[in-house]
């Protein structure tokens, strides 16, 4: 054991946290790959090339967001010190742990659910987040597929109102929470946008779901429904649910992107969005 210690402790963190991912990929293919196989909503595979962007965008998703984000973060923490009243903080942290964690949970995705929905409302933050929507075949990876800023901005939405109530940050324990909220969120993402024909019944009201979330990958008239990552009642009492029984018949956007993984994330970047909304 302390071998295997030593020897990871000359490793630099950038290349253990590749090498973590890379671990991570093979188990979320051991698991999907076969499941998508047998309980596919459509059949079929992704071509070569979106396969091999959604891995580039697999590693970038799991790697920039996170430095990006640590200054923000910090700044966060330090704004709320002294725009909340103490008393707020005092008050949440003096709950007990799991009632907190329940708070940060729901108050977070309430949070992830208005980025998203920014994303697809302001046309300057949809350009970033039309990559997102671009597949037109569902399969585990699309989760990973989304641009660096698109990213960074729909986890500060979830992650403000988190330091601002102090359900993170310092008088919360850190960075549990949020830390926590990302892990859960991306992980489920994964089976979210899984090719994987489930539906859970009734439950469906209260956790996401390959059926519901399918819908917001819908190429037209749903797409500016089911927001939320894990939570369907947020898009319920916020007027954007569509949950029925069946499933959409085509998936994608009618968003012109540029092929390429390089110059899809380059393309945002340039001068006024020209390109078409998401349909209102």
């Known amino acids: 054991m302390n071998l295997i210690h030593s020897l990871f402790a000359h490793v630099p963190a950038f290349a253990l946290s590749v090498f973590r991912l890379s671990v991570w990929l093979v188990l979320l293919a051991v698991i999907f790959v076969p499941l998508e196989r047998w309980l596919a909503v459509r059949p079929g595979r992704p071509a070569r090339a979106d396969l091999l962007s959604d891995l580039a965008y697999y590693f970038l998703s799991s790697l920039l967001p996170a430095m990006l984000l640590s200054v923000p973060l910090s700044l966060l ?31 977070g995705e309430i949070g992830f659910y208005w980025g998203h929905r920014l994303s697809h409302e302001i046309p300057w933050l949809w350009r970033f987040h039309a990559i997102h929507h671009s597949p037109e075949q569902m399969y585990f990876l699309v989760n990973t597929r989304s641009h660096p800023v698109d990213t960074v901005f729909t986890r500060l939405c979830g992650m403000l109102p988190l330091y601002l109530l102090g359900l993170a940050g310092p008088s919360a324990g850190g960075s549990v929470a949020p830390a926590g909220l990302i892990v859960l969120g991306t ?19 209260l956790i996401a779901t390959p059926g519901f979330h399918h819908w917001h990958h819908s190429r037209h008239e749903f797409i500016n429904h089911n927001y939320a990552s894990m939570l369907p009642l947020c898009d319920k009492l916020f007027g954007t649910l569509h949950l029925p029984p069946t499933w959409p018949t085509a998936y994608g956007s009618d968003t012109p992107l540029p092929p390429g993984f390089a110059r899809q994330l380059v393309d945002p970047l340039r001068g006024p969005d020209k390109r078409p909304a998401p349909p209102g």
Do not use: D, K, M, T
Not at 78 to 83: H, R
Not at 90 to 102: D, M, Q, Y
Not at 187 to 205: P, T
């Open 187 to 205: 992980i489920w993402g994964f089976f979210i946008h899984s090719n994987l024909r489930l539906r859970f019944g009734a439950l469906e009201w």
């Open 77 to 107: 923490a330090l704004a709320a010190q002294q725009l909340v009243p103490a008393a707020v903080p005092a008050a949440l942290g003096a709950l007990p742990l799991a009632a907190r964690l329940a708070l940060a949970f729901v108050v």
